[in-house]
């Protein structure tokens, strides 16, 4: 299971930078392919990073590319998503998402976090 405790505010200008986190529970956090997804107001939810269970090899959609950091602690059972150069359309719902598998698209994830705002205000 996840457990999404976020670092820092949920409420950034644009240009400015926020850190979430997610930890997990259980003894195999680092059996799985963790990700990040977001969901904007009206819209489906979408991938945006995600990272291999040694946290060697990272992907990320192109929409973060650059401005995004995806990072694992396995020894903390926690994955990181710092988050740069903001804008407001990065307003979303951020969750955290597990997969025991060897893709990572929404449908692809076993296990799902509680979701925590992220607003960008112009």
């Known amino acids: 299971r996840c457990s999404c405790r976020r670092l820092g505010g949920g409420l950034v200008q644009a240009g400015g930078s926020l850190r979430l986190a997610c930890v997990a529970s259980?003894?195999?956090?680092?059996?799985?392919?963790m990700g990040w997804f977001r969901q904007a107001p009206g819209k489906e939810r979408e991938f945006a990073g995600a990272?291999?269970?040694?946290?060697?090899?990272?992907d990320y959609a192109d929409s973060v590319k650059g401005r995004f950091t995806i990072s694992r602690d396995n020894g903390k059972n926690t994955v990181y998503l710092q988050m740069n150069s903001l804008k407001p359309e990065d307003t979303a719902v951020y969750y955290c998402?597990?997969?025991?598998?060897?893709?990572?698209?929404?449908?692809?994830?076993?296990?799902w976090g509680k979701g925590t705002l992220v607003t960008v205000s112009s």
């Open positions: 990272i291999s269970r040694g946290g060697v090899m990272t």
């Open positions: 998402a597990a997969t025991y598998g060897t893709t990572w698209r929404v449908d692809d994830m076993n296990y």
């Open positions: 259980g003894r195999t956090f680092s059996s799985y392919v």
